[in-house]
């Protein structure tokens, strides 16, 4: 049964400074996804990643992706405020994507 | 709007009650899926469509869930005799076959609320 596990779940941090969420997966999978979802909201797409090695840059976000590991990583580059929102990896085999529990972003100003 | 689109946006009904909620994909998107998340949680898969075929269904969908896609374009998920355990925010999404990334977009979700 695939799994994803994302660590930390809960994450308050300052504006300024960086961190990085992890992602691990149980199973091989054909497609890694990460999304942001602000409270009440539906999912927003952030990155898709493909193949072992994969980096993607979007501002102040990277993701990156790992497949021998299993291991995708988000991190975050000199945190503003408006990135607090839960961020969800979500893993994709055979046409079916199991989402993780979620990190919950909080940045102080 | 050429996205996702789901109806109604917020639901309250009362325990036994039945309801039904309607998603309409992204047009030539031939997969939809649906999901529940509860508060807190991930969203959960309850089960996808390839055009009008339900290829899966998850252990979480009870008998008293059911869906369809009958022309293969929208889909409409029902719950019979809610109970307060469906409270959730219920999202469509959909995806097609065309670019490498073949992605998932989503719908809005409808929140579903049981007294």
């Known amino acids: 049964e695939l799994k994803v596990e994302q660590n930390p779940l809960f994450l308050s941090m300052q504006e300024g400074k960086n961190y990085t969420i992890y992602c691990n997966y149980s199973t091989t999978s054909d497609r890694l996804y990460w999304y942001r979802q602000d409270p009440g909201k539906s999912l927003e797409s952030l990155f898709v990643l493909l193949s072992n090695g994969a980096v993607k840059q979007e501002g102040r976000l990277m993701a990156s992706l790992d497949t021998k590991a299993r291991l995708s990583t988000l991190h975050i580059t000199a945190a503003v405020h408006d990135l607090s929102a839960t961020y969800f990896c979500a893993v994709d085999r055979d046409d079916k994507i199991i989402f993780g529990k979620g990190t919950r972003l909080h940045i102080l100003p | 709007d050429t996205g996702v689109s789901q109806d109604p946006r917020h639901k309250i009904t009362k325990r036994g009650q039945n309801v039904t909620f309607r998603c309409d994909p992204i047009?030539?998107?031939?997969?939809l899926y649906w999901y529940r998340q509860t508060l807190g949680q991930g969203p959960e898969f309850l089960t996808y469509?390839?055009?009008?075929?339900?290829?899966?269904k998850s252990r979480l969908l009870s008998d008293r869930f059911s869906a369809e896609r009958p022309k293969g374009s929208f889909s409409t998920l029902e719950i019979q005799r809610t109970e307060q355990g469906d409270s959730a925010m219920y999202l469509c999404a959909s995806r097609g076959w065309a670019g490498v990334y073949n992605e998932q977009f989503f719908g809005p979700g409808t929140r579903l609320t049981v007294l």
């Open positions: 469509f390839q055009n009008e075929a339900q290829l899966e």
């Open positions: 047009s030539e998107h031939n997969r």
